[in-house]
């Protein structure tokens, strides 16, 4: 299994800012997953980052609100940008174990005033 | 397009009853199914997925294609057992996605 942080765990700010999520991976992964969860929805994917090449946006994200970069194969960052009170979530990022099952971080609780 | 539902957002049971949480999906190929468990203050973390066929914590689930349900499943519920549970189906093929439902509560009264 793969142990996964990520910073920060939470933050308040102010709408039209933006903000970078870290996710750092113990182990040398392909692909990285960023998750949206919404207060009282579920996990929605917002994208996959693959080490080398442009992220995969899920229906409904786009690369100017979420850009994500991925500079190794053990880190990966995720931007809200222009934020508003709606992209108040949870932030998740994940990896893929050998099963297809997915390994999760600890989540960024962020709320935009 | 592929669909996970847990018809029950919040489901509360006496310790030593008997739980079943639903879980229903779609999907036009064939799935991987998973339940994943998320207790207070912890990360969401896998709990049991179909294509093992194991029991972990005394929760089972099996996979019904006829009714497309993957209901998870405890003969006898602890307190412990109270937390988030999300049933999850993985596309097969080439590009993997994860849709995961909506997450029934658990709450085992003492």
């Known amino acids: 299994s793969a142990v996964i942080s990520q910073k920060p765990s939470r933050d308040i700010c102010q709408r039209g800012t933006s903000l970078t999520i870290q996710c750092q991976v113990d182990s040398q992964v392909t692909m990285m997953f960023w998750y949206r969860q919404q207060p009282g929805q579920s996990l929605t994917l917002i994208a996959t980052?693959?080490?080398?090449?442009?992220?995969?946006?899920e229906s409904g994200f786009v690369i100017d609100k979420f850009p994500i970069s991925r500079p190794n194969l053990t880190f990966s960052t995720l931007t809200v940008s222009n934020m508003s009170p709606e992209d108040s979530s949870i932030y998740l990022c994940s990896v893929e174990g050998q099963s297809d099952e997915q390994y999760f971080g600890p989540g960024t609780r962020l709320t935009v005033t | 397009a592929q669909r996970v539902t847990q018809p029950e957002k919040l489901l509360s049971v006496f310790k030593g009853a008997p739980v079943e949480l639903k879980c229903n999906y779609s999907?036009?190929?064939?799935?991987?199914l998973f339940w994943y468990v998320q207790y207070s203050r912890q990360r969401l973390q896998l709990l049991l997925r179909h294509i093992s066929r194991e029991s972990i914590k005394g929760f089972t689930a099996d996979l019904n294609k006829g009714e497309t349900s993957f209901h998870l499943k405890k003969p006898f519920a602890q307190e412990e057992d109270s937390a988030m549970y999300y049933c999850a189906l993985a596309s097969s093929g080439g590009y993997q996605k994860v849709t995961f439902g909506i997450g029934t509560k658990l709450q085992v009264i003492p």
């Open positions: 980052a693959n080490q080398g090449s442009e992220a995969t946006y």
């Open positions: 999907y036009s190929g064939s799935p991987e």
